[in-house]
C-alpha cells in the first residue's frame, strides 16, 4: 500500500521561510506533488517532482530524495495568504498512475 | 482561464436517496477523477475514468458509487443509496495526459447525507 507522513501544523512569520516535509511509502513511486488547499477552497497544484532534487517556482520550491522516500515543500517570503493546509501527494506507477494518494495535510499559521 | 465546472455546490439529501453530482471537466483534458474529502480530513481519491471507462477505483468506491461521461462534456457521480457517512466535500479534478502530474480540481459539491 501507500502512506504518506506530513506534519499536522506549521507556525511561522511573515516574511519567514518555512519548511514542510513528507515521508512516503509507495510500492511504485512516479512523482510527488504538492497541492494547496484554503479553507472551503479546492485544492491548487504547486508543485511536482519526479526526480531528485530542487524545483523552484517563485516563492515555491519542492525537493525530492528518492533514495530517502522523502521530499519538503519551502515557502519563502512567507504571505498571510499562504495560510493554508498543504498537501503532499503520490501517484501509484502499480496502476498506470491513474491513482493519486495525499497525505493528511499540513495546516499552514502565517502570523504577523 | 479555463477551470473544472461542478454542480451543485451543496446538495442536501435523505439517507438512501440517489444523488448525482456532475462536473464539466477542462475541455481538452481526457482524464477525470472524483475525490472526497470529510470535513478537516485528507483528501481521498475515489476514480479515475479515461476513454469512458474506469482506469482505477479504491476501496471506497464500491457498489454504491458509479461514473459516467454522458456526453462530450459532463461527467457524473452517482451515489444510489446514500448513507449518513458519504457526507463529505467531493472533488473532481481533470487532467490533460495521463503523464501530466497536474491535476485541476473543481470548487467542490458539499453533499450532506441526514
Known amino acids: 500500500g501507500q502512506s504518506l507522513e506530513q506534519p499536522s501544523e506549521v507556525t511561522a512569520v511573515e516574511g519567514a521561510i518555512v519548511q514542510i516535509n513528507c515521508t512516503y511509502q509507495t510500492s511504485g513511486f512516479y512523482g510527488l506533488s504538492w497541492y494547496q488547499q484554503h479553507d472551503g477552497g479546492a485544492p491548487t497544484f504547486l508543485s511536482y517532482n519526479a526526480l531528485d532534487g530542487l524545483e523552484e517556482t517563485g516563492r515555491f520550491s519542492s525537493f525530492l530524495s528518492r533514495s530517502d522516500s522523502y521530499g519538503y515543500l519551502l515557502l519563502q517570503e512567507l504571505q498571510m495568504k499562504d495560510s493554508a493546509s498543504y498537501f503532499c501527494a503520490v501517484r501509484d506507477l502499480n496502476t498506470g498512475g491513474f491513482k493519486t494518494i495525499f497525505g493528511a495535510g499540513t495546516r499552514l499559521f502565517v502570523k504577523a | 482561464e479555463p477551470e473544472v465546472t461542478q454542480t451543485p455546490s451543496h446538495q442536501v439529501t435523505q439517507m438512501g436517496q440517489e444523488v448525482i453530482l456532475r462536473c464539466v471537466p477542462i475541455?481538452?483534458?481526457?482524464?477525470f477523477y472524483w475525490y472526497r474529502q470529510i470535513l478537516g480530513q485528507k483528501v481521498e481519491f475515489l476514480v479515475s475514468?479515461?476513454?469512458?471507462?474506469?482506469?482505477?477505483k479504491s476501496e471506497i468506491f464500491d457498489d454504491q458509487f458509479s461514473v459516467e461521461r454522458p456526453d462530450g462534456s459532463n461527467f457524473t457521480l452517482k451515489i444510489r443509496s446514500t448513507k449518513l457517512e458519504d457526507s463529505a466535500m467531493y472533488f473532481c479534478?481533470?487532467?490533460?495526459?495521463?503523464?501530466?502530474?497536474?491535476?485541476?480540481f473543481g470548487p467542490g459539491t458539499r453533499l450532506t447525507v441526514t
Open positions: 475541455s481538452n483534458h481526457l482524464y
Open positions: 479534478a481533470s487532467s490533460e495526459q495521463r503523464d501530466s502530474y497536474e491535476q485541476y
Open positions: 475514468f479515461y476513454n469512458n471507462e474506469i482506469s482505477e
